[in-house]
């Protein structure tokens, strides 16, 4: 099932959940508003919440224990939000900095600040991966406020997850009279603890990281190409003569692939500066089938005719002070060219070897000819648009050394280490900036109050100056946000 089929279910059940939970409460259905109560649930359209008491017990037993080690450990939590709120709100003010400075393009790579959507900036494949570290970073969080509430002797009321779609948020209810009542910097403690035990749970996931990638490279040869598991079977890469799974690849024209990282960059390079090749004059002049050039309704030119399929026309492109040693355009097999050609020129320099010539051809502005060489087997020559292999293809940079490995085990593993490493530390960041229903909107109201209260003695002008905070933060927060998104889409 496809990730498009699986949302469009999604769909379906929340619709048929919202049917039937509107239809029995308004028949007031007692059983049913007896098992809601039960059971802490609340079902809303697209909207999914559940809350307990059942873990209230095990929470305040933790926290009641190990007293002295929970002082020391949510002290060093308040120094370090503490510490991270002004550079939450450095990245903010450099991330508009760059708007202001940088140009659309180099921008589009370079924010520093952007917010992680499926389907815009975050495949939707891996959809399951940001539900499941977001559920699991969000618990952390919350386990952090209920130890911290716990042992400052504040109640709790319950805990639970919220569902939004498919994106879960866990979150705890504590007792707001007690805590309100509390000396400020042991409520900042427990404002705290959220954002401390993400950075903890980042810098601890970060070394079991360092540690699987050692373990997997015992298993699995890394580094030195990259290996398919997947390919579209409606892609054009799946032909006879296309890619397969268990293919490993090297080499996308001269680019050389090492990861999943220079595997993007090379079919982005692609994309970007059309790749030329060089060739020797013998083999022009014994396949050279030219006829006189004439442009294509797509915008191309073309000098081979309709009915020579697999062949491309190319044009001459060498730097000679107008010495022409080949014809201007000619008409040459595609895949001759390329199983022949073993070195690629630049169309900016046009520099090849000596006694080669550098062609390209003459291809749509969205299209480019490819040549992806693979381990043990023949190259595969692929003309179309390089971000379609992309998209047609999934990949792995671990290549297995045994018969009996596979690749699954450890990508799974690994690109879940990366989300929760990723998700921690963006949680982080986030909750400790003055923004609206963040942490960082009570800790800095708090901090607020605390540096202001024997400068100023009006409890308005602090609490103005505390919304003023918030406010400012959200609204700069929420204009990288749109903006962000609506770079990308554009």
């Known amino acids: 099932m496809d990730v498009t089929t699986c949302l469009l279910l999604i769909t379906v059940i929340y619709c048929i959940l919202f049917f039937f939970d509107t239809l029995f409460k308004s028949c007031a259905h007692y059983p049913y508003i007896k098992f809601l109560h039960g059971t802490g649930f609340k079902i809303k359209l697209f909207h999914f919440q559940w809350n307990t008491t059942a873990l209230n017990r095990i929470l305040v037993r933790w926290g009641s224990s190990h007293l002295r080690f929970f002082n020391v450990w949510f002290a060093l939590g308040l120094y370090t939000t503490l510490m991270l709120l002004p550079i939450s709100v450095c990245l903010i003010l450099y991330a508009l900095f760059q708007i202001i400075t940088a140009k659309g393009e180099d921008l589009n790579q370079n924010l520093i600040v952007e917010p992680i959507i499926p389907g815009i900036n975050l495949?939707?494949?891996?959809?399951?991966?940001?539900?499941?570290t977001l559920i699991f970073c969000s618990i952390v969080h919350e386990i952090g406020h209920a130890l911290a509430a716990v042992k400052?002797?504040?109640?709790?009321?319950?805990?639970?997850?919220?569902?939004?779609?498919?994106?879960?948020?866990?979150?705890?209810?504590?007792?707001?009279?007690?805590?309100?009542?509390?000396?400020?910097?042991?409520?900042?403690?427990i404002l705290c603890a959220g954002v401390w035990h993400n950075i903890v749970l980042a810098f601890v996931v970060f070394l079991i990281y360092i540690i699987m990638s050692y373990a997997f490279s015992t298993v699995f040869y890394v580094d030195n190409g990259i290996y398919i598991t997947h390919v579209e079977p409606n892609s054009p890469l799946a032909g006879p003569r296309g890619l397969y799974a268990g293919d490993i690849i090297t080499n996308i024209n001269d680019c050389v692939v090492r990861d999943e990282i220079s595997w993007t960059e090379c079919l982005v390079n692609t994309w970007n500066n059309k790749p030329g090749f060089c060739v020797t004059t013998d083999l022009v002049h014994s396949v050279d089938e030219s006829i006189p050039i004439f442009e294509l309704p797509n915008g191309a030119y073309d000098c081979c005719g309709p009915t020579k399929k697999d062949w491309l026309c190319f044009e001459y492109a060498d730097n000679n002070d107008g010495i022409l040693e080949l014809p201007p355009h000619m008409c040459l097999p595609a895949r001759k060219v390329l199983e022949t050609s073993?070195?690629?020129?630049?169309?900016?320099?046009?520099?090849?070897?000596?006694?080669?010539?550098?062609?390209?051809?003459?291809?749509?502005?969205?299209?480019?000819?490819?040549?992806?060489?693979?381990?043990?087997?023949?190259?595969?020559?692929?003309?179309?648009?390089?971000?379609d292999v992309l998209h047609a293809t999934h990949v792995s940079?671990?290549?297995?050394?045994?018969?009996f490995t596979t690749p699954l085990i450890a990508d799974t593993t690994m690109k879940l280490l990366k989300y929760i490493i990723l998700f921690s530390l963006g949680l982080a960041l986030v909750n400790v900036m003055p923004c609206i229903y963040m942490d960082g909107h009570h800790i800095t109201n708090l901090l607020t109050q605390i540096v202001l209260k024997d400068k100023v003695q009006s409890r308005n002008t602090i609490t103005l100056a505390s919304i003023f905070i918030t406010l400012t933060g959200t609204a700069l927060l929420l204009f990288l946000c749109f903006y962000s998104i609506y770079t990308k889409i554009l």
């Open 123 to 132: 495949p939707l494949s891996e959809l399951g991966y940001y539900s499941v």
């Open 342 to 387: 073993n070195y690629f020129c630049d169309l900016t320099t046009q520099i090849c070897p000596n006694n080669y010539h550098c062609i390209y051809p003459l291809l749509p502005n969205a299209t480019t000819l490819l040549k992806i060489k693979l381990i043990q087997k023949p190259d595969v020559i692929y003309i179309g648009h390089p971000l």
């Open 152 to 189: 400052e002797d504040v109640h709790l009321v319950n805990v639970g997850v919220i569902v939004l779609f498919v994106i879960p948020v866990a979150y705890v209810n504590i007792n707001i009279e007690k805590l309100t009542a509390l000396n400020p910097w042991k409520t900042l403690r």
């Open 397 to 403: 940079p671990y290549i297995p050394r045994y018969l």
